[in-house]
């Protein structure tokens, strides 16, 4: 039986195929680089034969360094009735660069026959062929068997045949896909042992949520001798998802005691967990185990007085291990210990005894009462702390705005700003029209500052997203806006929140450009001939 | 091993432990009917001795009938050192009028000294004295066994001497309750099995969903022997929530085959999963198992190419037999096969010979160029198709709009709407504010509307999300709003793309109306009394 489990996150690739879930290459890329942080050991990236949006990650990815995970390109068995080493799909998995191919095939004999519409005989050799070419080209090669415990119900002879076929071609892998979900821990026990004594290739598991048993089904193989799981970050994929690796992997470690990432990486559990589900733009569920908001929080005035003379009365691990923390009542102590690291990013003296450290605190505490979030906004949190601890140059501030968006039917429509500010104690007032009202605020407060940092005309808003938060009634009707600002060599997070989209925006803004002037110099304004050149007459 | 399982459903008393969960004792009713209609065989209304809503919930259901479930009320055992007749606590469980009475004691020898600190002996008479008292009473008792797999697991003998306890008192269920959460589905069987071996009385599992285990253990005891299990609809509850008996019900049935509800009941199982969580203003997972909105969803176009020759190739159960349906999401994954399944599901004519469905294919591949993606927005496709092959009245029409966002230092921001439409011919003029553009925008086009269609003030914005797509040039800086609106009994979701967020705001907005207004009847326009009591003397 292994001791250790290795992690396959498909994140990327089945967990795109959630509802409402839609990565862009960029997203990919982020999220590849935390997951390879977590300790994951493979990352499937997509499906080079599938669409184009895949094919540029695996060329991005091609010369970054992964510390602890292997990058792997997922495809399908060779069409029927055809050559291996012609499969455009097969050859996609190839050039795709990544050094780890997976490949699914059929091992439901109804499947054979209904969805691919072969022979028996013709889909063992599409799997053997397949892994075979892969094998040929000095890939590793985990061999996906599809709805293999649906097959092995239906007829556990072919289902069988279909994995020692895999194995005679020189799979590394065989991982057994609960694909549609709908298999209880009691048969993926039972099964798993029976392929275990058919066997020698290591074997892993794909569970899917269908029943809610995706964590228990992927426990359950490994309780049984599967030595790789399959799954999401948060549980993300098609229907109910696939199997939540934020949940499997603390209770493979934890709880069953399997060696699977470090104690250093398991720390950082909630936060990958929380940083996915920002880029994703998903909303989190807070009771979401191990890694949600209220995953260790107590309301119950019981449980809560039990918890005050010891922790261990009502939470089931330390959430510490997995970087979490506990909340009584309406105390926000979530994101403390972000702040600590952050602070000792900065290097400020951060220590508890100090009141400065309280206050900022106190203010993060309620700000995230508000609806902040600081898990995907570090320029936003750098901001707050370097005030508190250092005080920053306050460059400009508002007076006032005004934003106008116009619709006639049949007519494009015009957004304009008025922006009032003080920029070094000289009150300017701009105006510009955009291509959306942030876009408006933006140019207009931009032009205001250009001409003391001429550089800001390099920064470009990258990314923006919205969430409404809906948890009650102290939020209810508020806004988050999360918002990417861009240069050329670097890219930071701001939020803002408010009822009003366009608030929240603003602050989002406001937080962007105070980030890019840290640190840079103001010159002379430019005088008139200049300020023409650059479109400041209307200022 | 019983071949029946009894539901207690604990979603009014543990449910509403969880975060944001807040009922009223109306809802507390409309709850209580709802699950009596569903088949559960009890339900816990609350705890009477700890607060008077519960009280007054008690009082309120004593003369109503419940066709199937028994009502309970919640209690712990009465205090140390001291009588049961005395125990007020106790005596509000008999006063309660409630058939059964339901009360946790001590299992664990820790917490018997760390949470109420009293002997080992002491919690033994406390268990003893309760429960005899309760069914002196003539009470149906349900002894809920708080802790019981730490504490055996810490020390069995005690553990199992508390529940020899109850048993000896006559308790007519012994309930083991997995309270942190944080067993496993192997230690739940062991357990149970040995439990078994020592009490004649009727097992029961209270399982808590901390490991994302909840449904799993709950499974796990009853195949090892458990005849009740406890839990909440939607997995309502402290922390991470109780064992989800929206899942554990349909896992029970159709696929362990046990006897729960019958197979009608069941057919209910969506809608009331959904009803409760209207009533408990909650957020429902879209992907939650068997009864979310995107249980039986597919999006990648292999899958949907399979699912029309069979639905069964990808799902696991036929979602009906839940009261669930199949829905084929379009995205960028798939190909025309999800629009081809989308119409079919609307009886239309979709032959891809026809000239119709030729124009609409190239229309929505336009759309998505554009940056549209229809899987998250069923009720824009829908219009779309709809327009397409059996053309839909035009109720209303832009003529213009104007929206104003203010904001100076220190002042809450004010934003304003202007709309000119045209409902059934004539031109109305409206305006309105709102927390922020969209709200504002929602309601001047609503003030313009509600005269023609007084019901669709019932109809709300349930969630709003933003994202900028940054993909291809040729979308650059172009937005993407999805909308989802809701009414007592549904909810849809519509889309709109723009290059600025009002605009798209504005077209998801427009859809979401069009499409509550489908097949509803237009009432003829209020007289200026009725306008003025509606607010619309201002159009």
Chains 1, 2 share one sequence.
């Not at 359950?220 to 001798?225: C, T, Y």
């Not at 600590?340 to 400020?348: C, F, S, T, W």
């Not at 600002?485 to 930071?492: V, Y």
Request: glycine residues 8%; aromatic residues 8%.
């Amino acid at each position: 039986m292994p001791t250790s489990v290795k992690i396959f996150d498909t994140t990327l690739r089945d967990g795109t195929q959630g509802e409402g879930i839609s990565l862009s290459v960029e997203d990919k890329i982020k999220i590849a680089r935390k997951l390879d942080e977590l300790g994951v050991h493979y990352i499937e990236g997509g499906w080079p034969g599938s669409n184009s949006k895949d094919i540029e990650f695996f060329d991005r990815v091609r010369d970054m360094k992964f510390t602890n995970a292997k990058i792997t390109a997922f495809g399908s068995t060779r069409r029927k009735n055809s050559n291996a080493e012609d499969d455009i799909n097969l050859n996609r998995l190839v050039e795709s660069g990544a050094q780890v191919a997976t490949i699914f095939g059929k091992s439901w004999d109804f499947h054979v026959h209904t969805a691919i519409q072969t022979s028996l005989e013709e889909n063992l050799s599409m799997i053997y062929d397949s892994v075979r070419y892969l094998k040929s080209k000095g890939l590793e090669v985990i061999y996906d068997a599809e709805h293999f415990f649906d097959g092995y119900k239906n007829n556990a002879e072919y289902a069988l045949q279909t994995i020692q076929k895999a194995q005679d071609a020189g799979a590394d892998w065989i991982v057994l896909c609960d694909t549609n979900g709908g298999s209880l821990p009691s048969e993926i026990s039972a099964i798993v042992t029976a392929v275990k004594q058919h066997v020698t290739t290591a074997v892993g598991i794909h569970a899917h949520n269908d029943c809610e048993l995706g964590v228990a089904n992927s426990l359950a193989a490994v309780q049984a001798g599967a030595g790789q799981v399959q799954g999401t970050i948060n549980g993300y994929g098609e229907r109910c998802g696939n199997a939540n690796l934020s949940s499997i992997i603390p209770n493979l470690q934890l709880k069953l005691k399997y060696d699977v990432i470090s104690d250093e990486q398991l720390r950082s559990l909630t936060q990958v967990s929380r940083y996915i589900s920002e880029i994703a733009n998903t909303h989190m569920p807070v009771n979401q185990p191990y890694v949600g908001n209220a995953a260790f929080a107590h309301k119950g005035g019981i449980h809560v007085s039990a918890i005050l003379k010891d922790a261990s009365t009502y939470e089931h691990i330390i959430p510490e291990l997995v970087g979490n923390k506990q909340r009584v009542l309406v105390s926000e102590l979530a994101g403390q210990s972000n702040v600590l690291v952050k602070a000792q990013e900065l290097n400020l003296d951060f220590n508890n005894e100090h009141q400065k450290t309280k206050e900022i605190i106190e203010k993060i505490k309620d700000l995230e009462h508000q609806g902040y979030q600081f898990e995907g906004a570090d320029a936003s949190l750098e901001l707050l702390l370097r005030e508190a601890f250092e005080g920053l140059e306050e460059i400009f501030t508002l007076e006032s705005f005004k934003m106008l968006v116009e619709k006639t039917a049949n007519h494009a429509v015009v957004s304009e700003a008025i922006v009032k500010v003080k920029v070094h104690g000289e009150t300017i007032y701009t105006a510009a029209e955009g291509n959306g009202p942030v876009n408006a605020l933006d140019n207009a407060l931009r032009k205001a500052l250009v001409q003391y940092y001429p550089d800001i005309q390099q920064i470009h808003l990258s990314d923006y997203k919205v969430r409404v938060l809906d948890e009650k009634d102290a939020t209810a009707g508020k806004v988050r806006v999360l918002m990417e600002t861009t240069d050329f060599n670097n890219s930071w997070n701001t939020l803002g929140v408010s009822s009003n989209i366009i608030e929240a925006s603003w602050y989002a803004l406001v937080d962007s450009l105070r980030y890019a002037l840290l640190g840079r110099t103001r010159v002379e304004p430019a005088n008139k001939e200049q300020q023409e050149r650059l479109g400041l007459v209307n200022h």
